[in-house]
């Protein structure tokens, strides 16, 4: 009789226990749903220090709270301010490339983190951690064909970028007086050097995005004015046979943008004819 009594008492303290911790993991989700409630409304008001506070608390209180982690990022965030190169507000975007970053630990497909890290990363000037972020994605066989495609197309257009820089400048890029554009080798030897790794580089990497998806209309487009840069370097060799080659590539590169933007707008009209209230 008393074994019995013993085992019901047991029980019964162990069902006191689990509903008294049960009871305090809601207490501590309830209260930090009122301090992600505090955050946001800081944070209309525009104090976003004590908003980053309510936050973060919310996610000491409840660390397996989703939402808490993108509030604290997209706070940081707003405190940035582009363009202002003082060290401390430099590093206020820094704190926020790792906020969003401890997003993407627990939620990889949050696209907002990913694409807010690259922003903040261009925003500072950061270009090598850029590009290793942006090849990071185009690397990653776990992303869709789609999101690497997106990733390489983007790379292909920083090395756009790269050559397109040297070779508008006057002293390359030189015009005639009937007004034909001719292209000349830049003065430093490295600046050649730069143009063509950019654009042998950037030219692999769109290929790779379109074979990746061969509907991204940015991959495309990029590899078109790569195709006119490689045209460029081929005149700086006096190379006229190339340079027409590459130029008759980018026409049909161009084509194929073109038409893919023909597309995208016609879809876009489509949508919001969808949406517009009918007469």
């Known amino acids: ?20 911790g049960a009871g305090c993991t809601l207490i501590s989700k309830v209260r930090a749903k009122n301090e992600l409630n505090e955050a946001a409304k800081a944070y ?10 309510h936050a973060k608390r919310a996610l000491d209180l409840d660390p397996t709270n989703k939402t808490a982690p993108i509030f604290i990022a997209r706070i940081v965030h707003q405190q940035y301010k582009p363009g202002v190169d003082q060290p401390d507000n430099v590093q206020k975007a820094r704190d926020a490339i790792e906020a969003y970053k401890r ?13 807010a ?5 261009s925003a500072v000037k950061d270009e090598e951690n850029l590009r290793a972020w942006i090849t990071k994605r185009a690397t990653d066989s776990t992303k869709t064909d789609a999101k690497r495609a997106e990733a390489y197309a983007i790379l292909a257009g920083k090395d756009w970028d790269c050559s397109f820089k040297i070779t508008e400048q006057p002293e390359v890029k030189v015009t005639a007086a009937e007004g034909k ?18 654009v042998t580089r950037g030219l692999e990497e769109a290929e ?3 074979k990746f998806d061969s509907n991204n209309e940015s991959a495309w487009a990029y590899k078109t004015n790569l195709l006119i840069e490689a045209a460029k370097i081929a005149k700086m060799n006096n190379d ?3 340079a027409a080659q590459y130029e ?5 590169a161009q084509q194929r943008a073109t038409a893919l933007a023909n597309e995208r707008r016609k879809k876009e009209e489509a949508a919001e004819a969808a949406q517009s209230p009918t007469p």
Do not use: W
Not at 6 to 17: D, F, H, T
Not at 44 to 53: L, S
Not at 248 to 252: D, H, I, L
């Open 240 to 242: 006229a046979n190339n």
């Open 181 to 198: 554009v001719n292209y000349q080798k830049p003065q430093a030897p490295k600046d050649f050097e730069m143009i063509q790794r950019c």
């Open 117 to 121: 890290v690259s922003v903040l990363y």
């Open 44 to 53: 209309k008001e525009g104090h976003f220090e004590q908003a980053e506070q």
């Open 103 to 115: 997003v993407l630990e627990t939620d990889p497909e949050n696209d907002e983190a990913f694409k």
């Open 1 to 20: 009789m008393r074994s019995s009594q013993s085992r019901i008492c047991g029980i019964a303290i162990l069902v006191l226990l689990v509903s008294g």
């Open 208 to 210: 790779t995005a379109i």
């Open 248 to 252: 008759r590539q980018a026409q049909v």
